[in-house]
């Protein structure tokens, strides 16, 4: 048992600290918040010879083999710098798609390119009807003779505008009708019959609803051997959850750091607002909840290669708790700043914004607290 | 990093389950889940605290010259873990992780030979005389006067709250020795027979029918100045050493998640008509269990910070503050858990020597006394609010 950081990944947090605090400044943040892309092509790069495209990537597939605490130490940077680059999307949730569905040709031709910086993904899978629903998919991929057709609609697509390619899910339909599996397809963003109608971000960065007709796609687009893919995306997504979740930590440490702060320098009735009682519990209970998170962040970051339940049941703790205490952190940091904190003058609300599409993404506080608890059936008595 | 327990560490654990499970008798573990008020009685506590001894187990926290077992700190966690796991008694901790280190840190050799073994056999129980009806949370401004006549001080005053005074027969108290413009430079630290004429004790009932706080009456009461720790007038400094061994060892998650344990039990079983079917209840059990997730990776990050020799600072005041609110949060959702049965009120102690049939069943029996002595969590050992004020200036500067 040891939680404290190696050598490497107290380096690898130093880096990204700095990196973040030089690159992303407030009026990189202005800037991209009405950037068509979002983010900076050239800090990707930066990114890719930083080594954090290949971080988490397999070795043998010119990647570092890095994990989920890894992963987990360069969010939280990111969460501080708000960082708007397609991390998530073409690393965290792509990488690992590709990686545990694909076939070794598959692999090959797409995880050095990420990891180098010059292929980035998207992964399309949900869908208005689904709601938070993970095994509930409506797009179909019906069997072709020359390979699949996909026909359907995917919401709130993470950077899939800037995407190489788009992983899209969809149910597989063979001669017989639907076959109760999922399947994941890699479709070229240029490919005939997909469309892209993309939008800013709450939070920064860009999201896009894709519109499926009657597209057609090669056999070898198909990820794997056409397995129930349901497995790999509730094992993705919980890791994209613990990678947010450590995002989200080093947002509400921002927005704490600020609030603090500014409670020390403001002055009302002839001293600051820091000496009343009822602002220092306020800002206490925030400093206990952003330790709080911290810890859940780091907890499903260490679990997520642990067996199906224990892994989920800890992802869906700490997206559940998180949301909750980013709410809170960001509102009362709003609160005391007053008037202030309400203006797009200041860059709490952008902060919170971010917190707040945090606990949006893949499902609310309430949506996780009963996924846990639907999860923990059992386990007590068994 | 890793969250799992090496080789080493996992077979001191199996020794620690094999102790357990060779001392740990029904009986002990049957008056234990029975007991609703804070700390067990001692005739279950000191019977749990002589086997602790004669394994050499008796003061964890101990160096191992005072008879400690000089333990890492990953092994007072299993060792604390596995405990509360089984369900073992609470030992005196008023000797053992209160009095027992002020001694070893500042007491004469005398007090020390004297006083440090009947600790560990259990010979002496110990109470804390800390708190008076005028000072709370400013203990400081406490009045209890020791005056020096001689080789002896005569105290006059009252202590209140002190947990287990019926039982023990010695105190440890924080009295006035002098007056000076700071109201903590005035105050000894002493170390009081209870049996010394003068002292009244007068039993207070908690909101949950249980006996475990008295006030204490001193009437010019006799004690020697060699009883005193350390220097006159310095017994703040050792007071407040006290109370962060008071706050937390920083090991509490495995306590908060056996009770939980206990009440997802019986909302899941049909002497709550499966509570646990109700979406509410099942989404506040994950409530909860996720807040004890939560406690306990900050109790693991603080361990893995001890063991490299690092300094945790102000956590324990999270962890103390946060172990109180999930312990009343945990006895919350018991009442709950048990619907209806939750109006029966049985009035006898203790609840493991019953001689009559009570009204709900066994395994009900602690759930609404616990909720409602339980509101005591986040009042004694500095409240918390006291604990937000000791956060907001110690970790946020303000």
């Not at chain 1, 994941?184 to 896009?208: K, N």
């Not at chain 1, 702060?261 to 800002?283: C, D, M, W």
């Not at chain 2, 050792?238 to 962060?244: A, C, S």
């Amino acid at each position: 048992m040891d939680l404290n950081l190696s050598d490497e990944q107290r380096l690898l947090r130093e880096s990204a600290d700095r990196f973040v605090t030089e690159s992303h400044d407030a009026d990189h943040r202005r800037k991209m918040a009405s950037d068509p892309l979002g983010f900076s092509p050239a800090v990707w790069k930066q990114f890719a010879e930083l080594g954090w495209l290949a971080l988490p990537i397999p070795e043998e597939f010119d990647g570092l083999g890095g994990g989920p605490v890894e992963i987990g130490i360069l969010m939280e940077a990111f969460g501080r710098g708000l960082v708007s680059e397609p991390y998530i999307a073409t690393v965290v949730l792509g990488a690992a798609l590709i990686e545990r569905c694909g076939s070794t040709a598959q692999k090959q031709a797409s995880l050095p390119k990420i990891a180098d910086g010059s292929m980035k993904l998207a992964f399309a899978h949900s869908e208005r009807a689904a709601r938070f629903d993970l095994a509930k998919v409506a797009t179909s991929a019906t069997k072709t003779a020359q390979g699949w057709r996909l026909a359907g609609s995917k919401i709130a697509v993470l950077d899939g505008h800037p995407a190489d390619e788009i992983i899209v899910s969809a149910h597989l339909h063979d001669h017989h009708g639907p076959s109760g599996r999922i399947g994941l397809f890699l479709v070229p963003a240029t490919a005939q019959g997909l469309a892209i109608s993309d939008y800013p971000r709450l939070g920064g960065g860009r999201a896009c609803n894709i519109e499926l007709s009657d597209l057609h796609l090669p056999e070898d687009t198909l990820l794997g051997d056409g397995k129930d893919a349901l497995p790999a995306i509730e094992w993705a997504v919980d890791r994209a959850m613990a990678a947010l979740g450590a995002e989200a930590v080093g947002i509400m440490q921002t927005l704490l750091d600020t609030t603090l702060e500014y409670t020390k320098i403001r002055k009302q009735f002839g001293r600051p607002l820091s000496a009343n009682q009822v602002i220092r519990h306020r800002l206490a209970d925030m400093a206990i909840q952003v330790d709080e998170a911290r810890s859940l962040a780091l907890r499903a970051a260490l679990k997520a290669d642990s067996a199906p339940v224990e892994r989920a049941r800890a992802a869906s703790a700490a997206k559940a708790k998180i949301g909750k205490c980013g709410r809170f952190v960001g509102e009362q940091s709003i609160q005391l700043h007053g008037g202030m904190g309400v203006t797009d003058e200041l860059e709490v609300g952008a902060y919170f914004k971010r917190l707040v599409a945090f606990d949006t993404l893949f499902g609310g506080s309430a949506h996780h607290y009963a996924r846990h608890a639907q999860l923990g059936r059992g386990t007590v008595s068994a | 990093m890793d969250l799992s327990f090496n080789a080493e560490e996992r077979a001191f654990q199996s020794e620690v389950r094999s102790f357990i499970a060779k001392n740990l008798t029904e009986e002990m573990k049957r008056a234990t889940a029975l007991t609703p008020s804070v700390f067990s009685d001692p005739d279950i506590g000191m019977a749990w605290q002589r086997a602790l001894h004669s394994r050499g187990w008796g003061a964890p926290g101990w160096p191992v010259d005072h008879g400690g077992p000089d333990w890492t700190p990953a092994q007072r966690w299993i060792f604390e873990s596995e405990c509360a796991r089984a369900g073992v008694p609470n030992v005196n901790v008023m000797g053992v992780k209160m009095v027992g280190p002020v001694i070893i840190g500042f007491g004469s050799p005398e007090q020390k030979n004297f006083y440090l073994p009947r600790i560990l056999s259990g010979e002496d129980y110990w109470c804390q005389g800390y708190s008076e009806p005028g000072s709370g949370s400013d203990l400081s401004s406490l009045k209890t006067r020791a005056v020096r006549d001689g080789d002896d001080y005569i105290i006059n005053g009252t202590k209140i709250w002190t947990t287990h005074a019926h039982h023990a027969n010695r105190m440890f108290a924080l009295v006035r020795t002098s007056d000076g413009p700071r109201q903590q430079d005035g105050i000894s630290f002493i170390l009081i027979d209870m049996k010394t004429p003068g002292i009244t004790t007068r039993p207070i009932l908690t909101i949950g029918g249980d006996h475990e706080v008295n006030q204490v009456f001193f009437d010019d009461v006799r004690v020697p100045v060699a009883n005193r720790v350390g220097e006159e007038g310095k017994g703040w400094t050792y007071g407040k050493y006290l109370l962060e061994f008071e706050r937390g060892s920083g090991i509490a998650s495995a306590k908060l998640r056996e009770g939980l344990r206990a009440i997802t039990e019986l909302a899941e079983s049909d002497l709550t008509g499966r509570a646990i079917d109700s979406p509410d209840i099942a989404t506040r059990i994950s409530e909860v269990e996720v807040d004890i997730d939560a406690l306990e990776m900050t109790e693991l990050r603080v361990l893995s910070a001890l063991q490299t020799g690092q300094n945790p600072g102000a956590v324990s005041s999270i962890l103390k503050l946060r172990n109180s609110e999930i312990r009343q949060a945990v006895t919350r959702l018991g009442v709950d858990v048990i619907g209806h049965d939750a109006l029966a009120v049985e009035p006898m102690r203790p609840l493991y020597k019953l001689n009559h049939e009570p009204a709900l069943p066994e395994d009900m029996l602690t759930a609404v006394p616990e909720y409602l002595n339980g509101r005591a969590y986040t009042i004694f050992g500095g409240t918390s609010e006291i604990q937000r004020d000791i956060i907001a200036k110690m970790m946020l500067g303000i």
